[in-house]
Nanobody, 118 residues
């Protein structure tokens, strides 16, 4: 079973940058679809970005042009580079992995807090 651990969150001023990491263990994520979600206080969890095993990416409109998802299959790790951060980006960011090998799974990390001050 895949386990995910996020890191890299913290407090940053508006306009700053952070890079989140999501380290997977228990199974390789080479063929998994990876995603980042976020949840702000009092709001529903929302999709931020996805990356398929072929490298194709999709971004929510509210982060397009500012955030970049990437993966290093050799390190079994996915990243989210966040630039030009805004106070409305403040949320807990979660990593998600969906795959079918060795058996179907839909795994979540515990989340990492990102706080952007104005």
């Amino acid at each position: 079973q895949v386990q995910l651990v996020e890191s890299g969150g913290g407090l940053v001023q508006a306009g700053g940058s952070l890079k989140l990491s999501c380290a997977a263990s228990g199974s390789f994520i080479t063929f998994a679809t990876m995603a980042w979600f976020r949840q702000a206080p009092g709001k529903q969890r929302e999709l931020v970005a996805t990356m398929g095993h072929g490298g194709n990416t999709n971004y929510a409109d509210y982060v397009k042009g500012r955030f970049t998802i990437s993966r290093d299959n050799a390190l079994n790790t996915v990243y989210l580079q966040m630039n030009s951060l805004k106070p409305e980006d403040t949320a807990v960011y979660y990593c998600n992995a969906q795959g079918v090998w060795p058996s179907p799974y839909d795994a979540w990390g515990q989340g990492t807090q990102v706080t952007v001050s104005s």
